[in-house]
Structure formats: structure tokens, C-alpha cells
């Protein structure tokens, strides 16, 4: 399974994100702040970071961004269902997708499962492809959207 780094400030939101993980098998990772997340790069090597964008001294967006610039694998951002997300910054970063909190497990564990079969699109996008969620995980994003049936034919290749 995966190894995976989960940045956020609020504690809440780290034991529900660390539950859902562990649940499915991965090594998870906390850290409650990007400056510490930043650190924790080198030498946890997580194969995928999910980082809050409103941090303290460190954003997600910035965290992202340096993950991206270092060869890094899938980042998701997240962000509380009521708080305004800049999506230009998000594009900007090279987010591979836009979580909102808190988090519901299925958006959560497609959000790990996707890239692993190769596609990049935003999991708010997945959300509205393959039903789940609610509006306000959809976004204009939704223009990029793939077939479900070739969603559908991949998932059983990941293991």
C-alpha cells in the first residue's frame, strides 16, 4: 500500500483522514504544520502528500508547489467546506486534486487509487463522475471529465 504524508493543522481532520487510510492498509504519516510537512519529505519518501491549503507558515499551495518542483509524486489539497479555494492557484501548483473537509472515505480513498492508474484529474472531478459527494465537490473542473467505463476497467487493477 501507500505511504502517505497528511499535512493539517486542524487535529480533527488528522485522526479522520488517518482513520480512513489505515483503515485501507496505508502507512500514514501526520504532520500539523507545511513547514514541518516540508521536512518529513526527505526522509518519509511518501508516495502521495494531502495537505491542507490554509496551514500556518507553510500552505498547501506552497507545499504542493515544492513537492511538484522536486520531482514529487500526487499531492491533493484540502480545504474546509465552507473556506474559499483559489482554484487558479490550485491548477497553478499542479495540484492533482481538491479535497474538501471533512473528509467522506470514498472521495478519500479514490483520491489515493487514482493516480496509481495513471490518471491526474482532480478528485472533484471523480466525485461528480462516479456519483458520490455532493455539489460542492464539483467545480469547472467538471469539464475534463473521462468515461466512467474506463474508470470502472482500471480499478481492478489496483492492488
Known sequence: MSRILLADDSPHAQRMGERILRDEGHEVITVSDGT?????????????VIADISMPEVSGYELCEYVKKNGGGPVFLT????????????????????????????????????????????????????????????????????????????????N
Open 36 to 48: 514541518v510537512a516540508m521536512l518529513r519529505l526527505r526522509d518519509a519518501q511518501p508516495d502521495i
Open 79 to 158: 480545504a474546509g467546506a465552507v473556506e474559499p479555494v483559489d482554484e487558479k492557484e490550485v491548477d497553478r501548483v499542479r495540484a492533482d486534486g481538491l479535497l474538501k473537509k471533512p473528509f467522506e472515505a470514498s472521495l478519500l480513498l479514490e483520491a489515493i487509487v487514482l493516480p496509481r492508474l495513471g490518471f491526474t484529474w482532480h478528485a472533484a472531478t471523480v466525485a461528480h463522475i462516479i456519483g458520490v459527494g455532493s455539489p460542492a465537490f464539483t467545480s469547472y473542473y467538471a469539464h475534463k471529465f473521462f468515461s466512467f467505463r474506463t474508470l470502472r476497467e482500471k480499478l481492478p487493477q489496483a
